[in-house]
Nanobody, 117 residues
Framework: QVQLVESGGGLVQPGESLRLSCAAS????????MNWHRQVPGEKRELVAA????????IYADSVKGRFTISRDNAENTVYLQMNNLKPEDTAVYFC??????????WGQGTQVTVSS
């Protein structure tokens, strides 16, 4: 049974940092590209960052470039999202997604990030 479990969310003030983790079980993480998405209630889910299977390339949404960094530790079956200089508009539920070949895709349950003074 595949599980992706996000953690590390919380309430922070603008300018602060958070590090999200996505722990995978039931799959070999190195076989999957990994994405972080976020969603605000009533809005579409937004792709925030993506990283290749080997971790040698990553892409970011324009809104987070220079502030967020996606990384992975395939030996630990974990993917991370380091979020620096957080802004109120970063407030959302953050989800990780594992993307394999074809239609092979798994989602975590999400972790809430709230940025507010």
């Amino acid at each position: 049974q595949v599980q992706l479990v996000e953690s590390g969310g919380g309430l922070v003030q603008p300018g602060e940092s958070l590090r999200l983790s996505c722990a995978a079980s039931g799959l070999t993480l190195s076989r999957y590209a990994m994405n972080w998405h976020r969603q605000v209630p009533g809005e579409k889910r937004e792709l925030v960052a993506a990283i290749t299977r080997a971790g040698d390339n990553a892409i970011y949404a324009d809104s987070v470039k220079g502030r967020f960094t996606i990384s992975r530790d395939n030996a630990e079956n974990t993917v991370y999202l380091q979020m620096n200089n957080l802004k109120p508009e970063d407030t959302a539920v953050y989800f990780c997604q594992a993307v394999g070949g074809g239609s092979d895709s798994y989602w975590g349950q999400g972790t809430q990030v709230t940025v507010s003074s």
